[in-house]
């Protein structure tokens, strides 16, 4: 179900097809292309390091990316639910959740320590510097666009609202709906640690380098072995719109009558912004199970003799 920039997305939740609807242990998928604005070029980047120096765009935690959000039970707007400073919500209520829970889960959340590690609980993606000057190559107006690609999974119990859900009984008490919209100002940027980075190329290339890129390879071994501590670029994420000193060139400088060369870096202030985006896939993966009859005739005798109650919105301390 494609939407269009600051539109709003609704899906269902529950399906009279299943008796049980498992919450907890579901999820939105989207998938989304955003125009990403830089105000800088990067040019004068050395051949050899265009495709091992790295950016991460991404999330820091996947629910940050909804702004509002409305929850509907048969039709019919549940009170309390109305949440329009969501991305806030959920930066609260995330800042409680365990360390390990944020480590274990793929695609999930974003710590600055794993997005050097190329970790799968990162929320992002990660665009090499040749990629931005292919992008931007035959742009001459500042700010240069890039179009981006990310696939989000969103567990419904990261959304305090649902924080409490267990099991389900929706074919008893009627199908939910959610409708939301998107954050672009959620989305955060930074500069992946250029060793790490070029390591990673090094290790995965290493092949196609030795038999055809010996030069290259010698660059490469420059860089490991003249990179600078003193290199003080931005070492955390920044949100979106904001100012981040990032590595805008890395190149080589050949040192007169001695045969030897030098390794030059320039750290300059960049800017990243959304400028819009196309959501062109959303889906709710939602675990379910059928229920014998005479469990259902149960849960029905035992609400029938006292009030329908959801828990929701638990924190853990």
Same mark, same amino acid.
């Given at each position: ?24 242990? *579901? ?85 600055? +320590? ?6 799968? *609980? ?10 931005? +000057? ?146 062109? +896939? ?36």
């Amino acid at each position: 179900m494609p939407a269009l920039f600051d539109k709003e997305i609704l899906i269902s939740l529950s399906d009279t097809d299943h008796d049980i609807t498992q919450i907890q242990n *579901s999820f939105l998928s989207i998938v989304l292309t955003a125009n990403v604005q830089f105000d800088n070029r990067f040019d004068g980047f050395e051949e050899s390091y265009k495709d091992g120096t790295v950016l991460f765009i991404g999330l820091k935690s996947t629910s940050q990316v909804i702004r509002e959000y409305t929850i509907y039970h048969r039709g019919r707007t549940i009170d309390g639910t109305l949440q329009n400073d969501s991305t806030t919500e959920q930066f609260i209520y995330n800042t409680v959740k365990p360390r390990s829970e944020k480590n274990s889960r793929k695609r999930i959340h974003s710590l600055y +320590e794993n997005i050097h590690k190329y970790d799968t *609980s990162t929320c992002g993606t990660y665009i090499t510097i040749r990629e931005i +000057e292919d992008a931007i190559k035959d742009q001459v107006s500042v700010a240069y666009t890039m179009p981006i690609r990310f696939r989000l999974s969103i567990p419904l119990d990261d959304i305090l609202v649902f924080s409490g859900f267990t099991d389900y009984p929706n074919s008893l008490f009627g199908d939910l709906k959610i409708k939301f919209k998107i954050n672009p100002n959620a989305f955060v940027f930074a500069q992946v640690n250029p060793i790490i980075s070029m390591a990673k190329y090094y290790t995965m290339n290493l092949t196609d380098l030795m038999a055809s890129c010996p030069d290259k390879l010698k660059n490469i071994d420059l860089l490991f072995r003249n990179w600078s501590l003193g290199y003080q670029y931005t070492k955390q994420l920044t949100q979106m719109g904001c100012t981040a000193d990032l590595i805008t060139k890395i190149s080589i400088e050949q040192i007169p009558d001695s045969g030897l060369k030098n390794l030059m870096c320039s750290i300059t202030p960049v800017t990243l912004s959304i400028k819009n985006y196309v959501v062109t +896939e959303v889906t709710a993966n939602m675990r379910r199970y059928k229920a014998i009859d005479d469990f259902l005739q149960r849960v029905r005798e035992f609400y029938a003799k006292r009030p329908f109650v959801v828990p929701a919105q638990r924190v853990e301390t």
